[in-house]
């Protein structure tokens, strides 16, 4: 399937949505796959491979694998739900239709705090990478710059915000590809003083075997991995702005599958052939250990350059997604009424400015804790893409009966029920994982104490929209 950048506007009788209280529908889906690639690829691709690799050796290749299946199936059962009832509160109204208001409340609003966090984590690493090549200059002005020049975009019509990000996570996916091309040179060894091919030696552990850590092994390193691929779940977001929201979100939806799929496990099982897993150049940064042994002139500077373009691009497509959904929550009662307000360019202003404004406090973060604030964000973000990710397959398991009655499905799950439940047994055991290693399980614990708070927050919002409407009733009652 094709995109055009000159499809119609479809009716509503074709099965487009109409725009959402009043959001413009400018991205094509194009700007929506790429979404999904710029806001998945970053610092868990470019950083966390060589932490894995650390972990589990070779065998690291399995612990990508199994992680990315999981994934991989949750996206196709967001495109299932997606397209049959695409919304911009994506998988929080998949929880709601699922489960009752409180599961949309939570899941939604989880998930605008993670990215709010996550935004923070973003801003200061692409700022630490700045200050870095110019000791002289505090941290906090680059990552004030960069907040401010996103805020322009964000506030900017959603057809510029899509090609901005488009041709900015292109960049990196650019730089992905050309890294791929190189390394399967090299392992074949046709590149100039290569020295031939590199042979099996490295993938089996230079004798230690592919496993040389075991099954534990491979168990650290999904640890390590498995919240590398959050991200992608944007795209069911950003296409309920685009003019066909369904047929948007089954391109999109399939696209980014098979492209991270490639992306991710193309890249590390390079590197696991080129290098020994015991190297600490591979384990520090390992695109650049790669382009060493490729010889690649300047690749420290090249892959730093990378590496702020992957942040910034994730950080755009994170503000365009955290906005949306408070938005969606704001129009369903669940957040101050003021987010709702969208400019006459179709953008949700004041949800833009919120997030800004926590960017902004990122910022001043950066100024205070400068060395101590990415890992402070990294540990709060803790497991919330988890629980994200286990209401998406219980909603799928409830509402595909009901899409299948209504004659609403244009994408459907594979195996399913069989599939969904395989992938919840997959998020159990990741838990019992992440209960035997300590950093993991404090953020579980952190992240249950969260989940608790923000359903307590539902009942009570639930309450007092119950009061409001009674008290509305009396009103009209009394003024009849």
Known sequence: MHDSDEAPRASAADGAAEPEGGLATGLKTRHITMMGLGSAIGAGLFLGSGQGIAAA???????YLIAGLLVISVMRMLGEMSSAQPSSGSFAEYARSAMGDWAGFTIGWLYWVMLILVLGTEITGASGIIAAWAPWLPQWVPALVFVTFFAIVNLSKVANFGEFEFWFAAIKVAVIIGFLIIGVLLVLGWLPGSGGPVGWDHLLGDGDGFMPMGLSGVAAGLLVVAFAFGGIELVTIAAAESPDPARGIIVAVRNVIWRIGIFYFGSVAVMVLVLPWTSAE?????????????KVPFTSGIMDVVMVLALLSAYNANVYGSTRMAFML????????????????GTPRVAVLVSVFFSFVAVLLNWLLPEQLLGILMNAVGAVLLVVW?????????????????????????????????TLAGFAALIG????????????????????????????????????????????DASE
Not at 288 to 294: E, I, T
């Open 57 to 63: 050796g070779p065998a690291v290749l399995l612990s």
């Open 282 to 294: 591979l384990h520090d940064n390992p695109f650049v250990a790669v382009l060493d042994v490729a």
């Open 330 to 345: 704001a129009r369903r009662g669940e957040g101050p009424k003021a987010l709702t307000k969208v400019a006459p360019n």
């Open 390 to 422: 286990i209401f998406v397959c219980i909603a799928q398991l409830r509402l595909r009966p009901r899409f299948a009655r209504e004659g609403k499905l244009r994408l459907r799950m594979w195996l399913h029920p069989y599939l969904t439940w395989l």
């Open 433 to 476: 994982l992440m209960l035997t290693d300590g950093d993991a399980r404090n953020q579980l614990i952190s992240t249950a104490v969260l989940f608790a708070i923000v359903v307590a927050l539902s009942q009570v919002n639930a309450r007092y929209r119950r009061r409001e409407a009674a008290a509305q009733t009396t009103a009209a």
